[in-house]
């Protein structure tokens, strides 16, 4: 399982990644009407800005990143400068630092701007980096950079429901969050039992209070996507919000059942052991 997964999981209900970090909109109500709260996010200076990929690694990657950044500058052929910067990136994305990870890509990209498969890995970098940006500036420059890079793939084949589910969420966390909730119900319409479309809306109504709504969505989620853990999970946190308890203690029992993670495990038994 990937780290962003594991850690959304421990997390909970935690706000420890930018789907949490969001404006709280009511996103399932029956008539449609929408409340947003502001939420107060500390913002980061320019100079903090412009220095956010200057982070330093902190395990004996630094050698092998250095030879990949001298490659990089000097590589000419569109093979060496994918495989660079992909190799760069993956060290980046394998120590936490998301944003340069992205950075790095999209540098390659500057070098190779036709390349749509390498501008689909930088919208996808970007967009790992906004959900785990906490600093509001730093949310909005990476939602962004997620949304110029993937709505130039979408240009090109706009059926991507995946990449499209992405656009939705960065739009949600924007100054005009219903135009996010909106792409995702069209993502819905067009597509009913689509994974992340079902996830984020389940994720959206936690987030805005409406655990039984949410409830819905992740029942909805793992009849069709039983092997979505955090489906599972927060499906289970779910109905534990909503008063469900037996439900919840069920629904506990059957993620104890699918994993074997001892962090997991360790996240399930404190909510058991309050039911």
Same mark, same amino acid.
């Given at each position: 399982m990937k780290k962003s997964q594991l850690i959304l999981i421990f997390a909970g209900l935690c706000t420890v990644a930018g789907l949490y970090a969001l404006p709280k909109v009511v996103v399932d109500n029956e008539a449609g009407t929408t409340s947003v709260e502001d939420t107060s996010a500390q913002e980061s200076s320019p100079t903090e800005v412009a220095g956010m990929h200057e982070s330093e690694l902190t395990s004996a990657n630094r050698s092998q990143a250095d030879e990949l950044k001298a490659t990089l500058a000097s590589a000419k052929a569109p093979s060496e400068i994918r495989a660079a910067a992909g190799s760069l990136a993956a060290i980046y994305q394998n120590e936490g630092m998301f944003d340069s990870a992205a950075y790095t890509l999209e540098e390659a990209v500057a070098m190779n701007s036709t390349d749509l498969e390498l501008i689909e890995e930088v919208g996808k970098a970007y967009y790992e980096a906004y959900t785990f940006a906490l600093d509001k500036t730093k949310v909005e420059n990476m939602a962004e950079k997620t949304r110029t890079y993937l709505n130039e793939v979408l240009e090109k084949d706009p059926n991507r429901l995946d990449l499209k589910t992405k656009v939705a969420m960065t739009y949600v966390s924007s100054a005009n969050p219903m135009q996010g909730i909106t792409m995702m119900r069209e993502i819905l319409e067009a597509d009913p039992q689509n994974e992340d479309g079902l996830f984020n809306m389940g994720v959206l109504s936690m987030q805005s209070g409406q655990y039984k709504r949410a409830a819905e969505r992740f029942e909805e989620l793992v009849k069709y996507h039983p092997d979505n853990l955090q489906g599972q999970f927060y499906l289970a946190v779910s109905y534990y919000?909503?008063?469900?308890?037996?439900? +919840?203690? +069920? /629904?506990? $029992? $059957?993620?104890?059942?699918?994993? /074997?993670?001892?962090m997991i495990l360790e996240s399930v038994q404190t909510y058991l052991d309050k039911l």
């Open positions: 919000e909503s008063k469900e308890k037996n439900k +919840a203690k +069920a /629904q506990f $029992e $059957e993620v104890k059942k699918i994993t /074997q993670d001892p």
